[in-house]
């Protein structure tokens, strides 16, 4: 039995018992960590394939080790200029191990609770409440902040003739008189 799976911003085939290099993962040396971004599945021929992953599944995994891997040379050059540059880097990476690959059943995740409801019904409360002054002051309307086309939408309303060819001073000014 194997799996497709996404981890870190990458996806692995992995299997049973297998050891992988993974981009640090912020879990501790002795963690176990649940994958549940399955993008396919093989149960002994049984290939199943999610869109774009399949609900339920998850991969169980254990944390080895953090470490950095191998050093990898960045070397620029531009002939006859005299342009040489040499960079080095490496990568942090966890080792993991998979313990085992559910099919189905698997609970996802919980993500860690946010106070982001209470900022989204403050911000709720504000657009009734120029709701309601825009009910009250109707007949105060702010001509000079409407774009052009609302204007030439209102005039037509209003019914000002020849509101197609005039400028927006000039709507303003007809829908203040009319």
Known sequence: MYAIVEMAGQQFKVAKDQKVFVHRLEAKEGQKVTFDKVLLLDDEGKITVGAPAIEGAAVE???LQHL??????????????????????????????????????AKK?????????????TKT???????EAKSTASAAIDYDSM???ALKATAKEK????????????????????
Do not use: C, W
Request: glycine content about 8%.
């Open 61 to 63: 995994a254990k944390v």
């Open 159 to 178: 019914g000002v003739s020849g509101y197609s060819s005039m400028k927006k001073a000039e709507l303003v000014e007809a829908l203040k008189n009319a």
């Open 109 to 121: 995740a919980a993500p860690a609770a946010k106070d982001e409801p209470k900022a989204k019904e």
């Open 125 to 131: 409360e504000a657009p009734k409440i120029k709701a």
């Open 147 to 149: 774009t052009v086309s």
């Open 68 to 105: 950095k891997g191998d050093k990898v040379i960045v070397f620029k050059k531009k002939r006859r200029k005299g342009y040489q540059k040499k960079n080095g880097h490496r990568q942090y990476l966890t080792e993991i191990q998979v313990a085992s690959i559910v099919a189905s059943g």
